[in-house]
């Protein structure tokens, strides 16, 4: 079975501070990956999705990066964070671009 | 306008209650659609995939689209204590979730 894995779960940064997210899938090969964001009591935005390694596609203009080193990870980086970096990120893979998105746990940032 | 509205809650039944949660969406290309379910910080969990319109069961679980009038609907059957959370729609094709309506289930 398939298993998605994040890290850290809670973080808390200062302003100007950099950032990196990891998320790893296992069981799969090829999967698309996606990283969203949630502010609180909203629903998810989407920042990046990729098809391949070395191929990301950026939905929203911002401070965020995002890379995928290798099949299965996909990392979101920031080189100065800010106050609107705050928020409840998600990392999640599909089979392809029209399959069902399963979530990872998440990770809590908090910019300070 | 959001390309996918939801229903915004919060939403409050009894124990057994059948529930409807709901969206709108505004693009007709919009083909497949998806019910997650969130308790509080944790990440969602997919509940229902649906593609085209009509309705597909799992459970207690319903879910309905209407493509004539860009509506799509998640039913509860019985409710349980189990089932409060938040409850978030999606349209797959552009990734594009509703804000999502809270469901307490009371005892």
């Known amino acids: 079975s398939q298993t998605i894995h994040q890290w850290p779960a809670t973080l808390v940064q200062p302003v100007g501070s950099p950032l990196s997210l990891e998320c790893t899938v296992e069981?799969?090969?090829?999967?698309?990956l996606y990283w969203y964001r949630q502010a609180a009591g909203r629903g998810l935005q989407l920042l990046f999705y990729?098809?391949?390694?070395?191929?990301i596609s950026s939905e929203v203009p911002q401070n965020l990066s995002a890379s995928r080193p290798q099949d299965r990870q996909f990392i979101l980086s920031s080189k100065k964070l800010l106050l609107s970096d705050s928020g409840f990120y998600l990392c999640?893979?599909?089979?392809?671009?029209?399959?069902?998105?399963?979530f990872g746990p998440g990770t809590r940032l908090t910019v300070t | 306008q959001k390309e996918v509205e939801q229903d915004p809650g919060p939403l409050s039944v009894p124990e057994g209650a059948i529930v409807s949660l709901n969206c709108t969406y505004s693009?007709?290309?919009?083909?497949?659609f998806m019910w997650y379910r969130q308790y509080s910080r944790k990440g969602p969990e997919l509940l229902m995939y649906?593609?085209?319109?009509g309705n597909k069961e799992d459970g207690r679980f319903t879910a309905q689209v209407d493509k004539s009038s860009k509506y799509i609907s998640l039913f509860i059957r019985d409710s349980q204590p189990s089932d409060s959370a938040t409850y978030l729609c999606?349209?797959?094709?552009?990734?594009?979730f509703g804000d999502g309506t809270t469901l307490t289930v009371k005892p």
């Open positions: 999640a893979w599909s089979r392809g671009g029209l399959h069902e998105q399963y």
């Open positions: 069981g799969t090969s090829n999967p698309n």
């Open positions: 990729s098809v391949g390694i070395g191929q």
């Open positions: 693009n007709s290309a919009f083909q497949y």
């Open positions: 649906t593609y085209s319109s």
């Open positions: 999606a349209n797959l094709g552009k990734s594009t």
